[in-house]
């Protein structure tokens, strides 16, 4: 039996684990899909402007995110491991092609379970040391990642009527 | 159609091309056994001591490099995409589970193509930044590639023997 390949570090990572009412291929969609992504990605009044997704092992997935006050931030990095509606990793280390990034901070992995009344969803934030680990949580993570889950089921459950 | 995914820049990547006369198969079992990687992957006198392989995404690479004088150079990376037979694609940028590295250098991308009289050998190295790509031209990636290809192709003669 091989091991699990990402086991969370407590020093290291940040996890965010909940139970949503929505299926997981409605979130797998949610997640993949540069229209859907657009609509949920990142906390309001803040906008998710572009989205580029080449769903595949160094495809690209690109975003650009814009603050109330018209302030852009682009962030680019690639797709690593894409189980369809269980399990999808991608980092910003490495750019599109797996060329090493001038700017990397942490990788990004997404698990889904079905559930009796839904989706197990956990999003966990992979890094390379406990300061970028630290900075990323004082950054907001838990927040920011749980009101774009919250952002996410509204988005679906406004697509489902 | 997609586009190649991996595809040089002259500025950032050094690639070596040679063409050699052993089958793809035997070419691929000698990049992926740990025990045949110790063979051939440093230009002798140096040596490998040690080498780990789990060939799926994310999955170990690692070997470590001995100096004649016996001063040990370690090196870790993952797995970025397996094409049994036809494309190895591996990087130092992220440790095994895809965890950011401290130390990422570049990624390194072999391409295997069966010709009439034996195969296509690319090996490419894949850098974040020109002075990367300079640096590792410098330290000597062109002798130093075509040195431990050349002892490849050996290490699979005289295994066939």
Redesign the interface.
């Known amino acids: 039996m091989?091991s699990p390949?990402?086991?969370p570090d407590p020093k290291?990572d940040l996890v965010l684990v909940r139970e949503v009412d929505v299926p997981v291929e409605l979130v797998w969609e949610a997640w993949t899909t540069p229209e859907s992504v657009k609509q949920w990605f990142c906390p309001k009044p803040w906008t998710v402007t572009e989205c580029e997704i080449?769903l595949?092992?160094?495809?690209i997935f690109r975003t650009v995110m814009r603050s109330p006050e018209g302030q852009e931030h682009p962030n680019i990095g690639c797709y690593?491991?894409i189980v369809p509606n269980r399990r999808l990793?991608f980092?910003d280390?490495?750019?599109p092609?797996?060329?090493?990034?001038?700017n990397?901070?942490?990788?990004g992995?997404l698990q889904l379970e079905p559930t009796a009344t839904g989706t197990r969803y956990t999003a966990m934030a992979?890094?390379?040391?406990e300061a970028?680990c630290k900075n990323h949580e004082e950054m907001g993570f838990y927040g920011g990642w749980s009101t774009v889950l919250d952002q996410l089921v509204a988005h679906i459950k406004a697509s489902m009527h």
Request: charged share 20%; aromatic share 10%; proline share 12%.
């Open positions: 091989r390949l990402v086991k290291l080449d595949r092992p160094g495809g690593l491991d990793i980092t280390t490495l750019l092609g797996f060329r090493p990034s001038p990397p901070f942490f990788t992995a992979i890094h390379g040391d970028t």
